[in-house]
Every structure is written in C-alpha cells, then in structure tokens.
C-alpha cells in the first residue's frame, strides 16, 4: 500500500545549528502534506500545509522564517528546524494524501533533540 | 474553525471487556469526515475507523465500531473484546469535505490514553 516515509528518525543537534527533515511519498503524487508537532503527552498539533511548487501556510503562532518548508515536488516535502534551541526539541510527523485519493497516509515521524 | 473535544484523558479496561471513547466535535458544515487513530508508544499513527458524515450507518471494523449522532455532534469509539494490543493513545480528529481530499487537513483532539488491564 501507499507509504509516506520521513528520514530521520532520530536526530540530536546542537544549538544554533539547523536541521532538516523529510517526508516522502513513496508510491503516490501529493500536491499538499501537513506537519504536525507532538509535545509529549500531547496530541498533534498542526504547524504548516506544505503545497507543491508554492509556499507553505503556516498556522497561527508557528514562525515561518524559523520552520522553513520546501515542497520542491510532488513526492518530496522537507521541513528545517533553523537556529535550533532546546524548546524546539520534539516529535515532528508528516501526513499526506493522494490527490485523488480518500486515505490518509502518515510518516514514522522524526524525534528532534536540540542539545 | 472545527474543535474538536475528547473529555477522557485516561481510561482503563478489564482485557476481554468492552470500553466506549467519547468524542464531540463542533463544526458549521455539513459534510466531513470523523477519524479515530490510535498511536501507540512506537508513535506511528495508525487508523482505526473512519465516519462520512453524509452516511448514517455507523461504521464498523472488526472490533471496533463507532456511534455517530450527528445531530449531537458525537463520535465515540466502541473497542469489543478489549486486547493488550489495544493499549495506545487515541486521537479523534476531524476532516472537512469542502474540497479535493488531499487539501484539508485534519484537526485533532487531545486524546484518551487507554490502558489494557489484564
């Protein structure tokens, strides 16, 4: 079946460096994917929906020039944590769906530790 | 903008038992979607049922099943024959139907921690 696969996993940085996160569709075409962040004990919140070929919307209160989002193509969403510090450490999972489609497809998600 | 409310932070039940999850959703539409995903501690999401809203019948997976009133703006999940496997957070969420499928997102509730006693 359809898979959206995000890369990596796991990641430790340092602080004021930057990081990036993917999120692939591996057997579909999705125009739009959305980034969701998870604090522990807590559900998914929205941060951006990710459109191919324009820029993302970013839900109120989530900072644009610091959660960078690039939909370079209809396979390929990539998320980048700038200027990193330890608050933004957390869980950070993608979803997409076919453009034609009714189901809903998630990544593994990718735990961010800022050191 | 749709809310999305789960009132039951935790819930436990008896392995074997039948447990209820209760959702409600406040929303101006008249078409959408209801999900139910469960997460368990691997934090992979994973769906458990889905509702249309222009369907009455109550959807059903195996186990599990929902009791939708749309008139009130319910949607619990109905776990049967509660297994250890069952253990996991569950989210409900919802989803507009205005557009093509792929466009809208989902809006979550908090979420019922659900434990399996055996």
């Known amino acids: 079946g359809a898979v959206v696969s995000q890369h990596p996993s796991w990641v430790i940085c340092k602080s004021g460096t930057s990081v990036k996160i993917e999120c692939r569709s591996l057997?579909?075409?999705?125009?739009?994917m959305f980034w969701y962040r998870q604090f522990p004990k807590q559900s998914l919140m929205l941060m951006a929906t990710?459109?191919?070929?324009?820029?993302?919307?970013?839900e109120q209160g989530v900072e644009k020039d610091k959660f960078l989002i690039n939909h370079a193509s209809l396979t390929l969403s990539t998320l980048t944590v700038t200027s990193a510090h330890p608050e933004d450490s957390s869980f950070y999972i993608c979803?997409?769906?076919?453009?034609?489609?009714?189901?809903?497809?998630f990544g593994e998600g990718s735990w961010l530790t800022v050191v | 903008a749709q809310t999305v409310t789960q009132s039951q932070p935790e819930m436990s039940v008896q392995e074997a038992e039948t447990v209820t999850l209760s959702c409600t959703y406040d929303t101006s539409e008249s078409d959408y979607y209801l999900f139910w995903y469960k997460q368990p501690p691997s934090r992979q999401m994973i769906l458990v049922i889905r509702q249309e809203a222009y369907k009455q019948q109550n959807a059903t997976e195996n186990r599990f099943s929902v009791n939708f009133q749309k008139a009130a703006k319910s949607f619990s999940l109905k776990i049967s024959d509660s297994q250890l496997g069952d253990a996991a957070m569950y989210f409900c969420?919802?989803?507009?139907?205005?557009?093509?499928?792929?466009?809208?997102?989902?809006?979550f509730g908090t979420g019922t921690r659900l434990t399996i006693i055996p």
């Open positions: 979803s997409a769906s076919p453009f034609s489609g009714n189901t809903i497809y």
């Open positions: 969420a919802y989803r507009s139907r205005r557009s093509n499928f792929g466009n809208e997102k989902l809006t």
């Open positions: 990710s459109n191919e070929g324009s820029k993302a919307t970013y």
């Open positions: 057997d579909f075409q999705a125009t739009t």
